[in-house]
């Protein structure tokens, strides 16, 4: 393709309107420009093209013979462009297409798929692909359309919107528990068998007591996984202790089988964002931004 040609567009757009118009005065208005800057630019076209498209008198303009020939093909991408905002307009108003989720693996595994289903009925046009990596993966390489992430930070490389915030909770089985008890203070849970994320490497594990007072602890990172989902599989299998959102240890916590350490030790709270390329997003990133907000939220809430 000639793209030296296409910054010509906006001057054969110009040259569909005067001829239209059979007016310089006319067409100036119409473009809410000044007649002569239009007149100017007709002018460049014509020597670009080496070739007379306008006949100009005191009273009329009319078109040459290279004039009409070239009016059709202008009037052609009038209508192209006439469809092209149409249509993006219609990605920007009417939710429908594919859409390509990436999420944590713990979230794609517990809360998204109900959620989706849901989604999926009361937006009927719309299919989901759903995407797990604990890893931000590049949204744009990788034709995602939004990402939902749990974190301490909203420093990412592309637009964000807030969902929600999580409780972030120390867990451990309670059989591993019971053959080596539950630590009594900080320095006895620091030393414990920690089962740590690779995305986490350089967190600072600070902890707020009950008088607000914070303490770091510097933990035994006995083993880690690149997955939030296989390190809370682990501890579960009695590895060691992780520390995990509170949502996604919830129904074990209220069966018993999984024991919040230190529970009078809170960890920061970690934000949960969808993530987008798009400063001005489709219908469909729009409107599942907003029902994930909806239903997410509250179960975030639910004790």
């Not at 303009?61 to 009409?68: I, P």
Request: hydrophobic share 40%; charged share 20%; with cysteine.
């Amino acid at each position: 393709m000639n793209y030296e040609s296409l910054k010509y567009l906006k001057q054969l757009a110009m040259f569909a309107v005067v001829a239209k118009e059979a007016s310089f005065t006319k067409a100036a208005e119409q473009l809410n420009l000044g007649k002569a800057h239009v007149s100017d630019q007709i002018q460049r076209l014509e020597k670009k093209l080496n070739v007379q498209l306008l006949n100009r008198s005191t009273r009329s303009v009319t078109l040459t013979n290279a004039g009409k020939i070239l009016l059709s093909h202008c009037q052609q991408l009038h209508v192209l462009g006439t469809e092209i905002f149409q249509l993006a307009e219609s990605a920007k108003h009417i939710p429908k297409g594919r859409l390509r989720v990436t999420a944590k693996d713990d979230m794609c595994l517990k809360l998204l798929p109900e959620i989706i289903h849901k989604f999926e009925s009361t937006y009927s046009e719309i299919s989901v692909d759903l995407i797990s990596s604990d890893t931000l993966i590049d949204l744009e390489k990788n034709n995602i359309d939004v990402a939902i992430r749990i974190g301490t930070t909203t420093d990412w490389p592309c637009y964000g919107s807030y969902i929600t915030e999580a409780e972030a909770v120390i867990v451990a089985s309670r059989d591993y528990l019971s053959s080596i008890g539950n630590p009594s203070n900080l320095e006895a849970l620091a030393q414990m068998n920690w089962i740590t994320i690779s995305s986490m490497k350089n967190f600072k594990w600070i902890l707020t007591g009950p008088d607000l007072t914070e303490h770091e602890i510097f933990i035994n990172e006995k083993s880690s996984t690149n997955s939030s989902a296989v390190a809370y599989q682990m501890m579960k299998n009695n590895l060691g202790i992780t520390a995990t959102a509170e949502i996604i240890a919830r129904p074990d916590l209220d069966s018993g089988s999984v024991i919040q350490l230190m529970p009078n030790y809170h960890l920061p709270k970690i934000h949960v964002y969808a993530l987008h390329n798009e400063r001005y997003p489709a219908a469909k990133i729009k409107v599942f931004i907003d029902f994930i907000r909806d239903h997410l939220k509250p179960l975030f809430f639910t004790k």
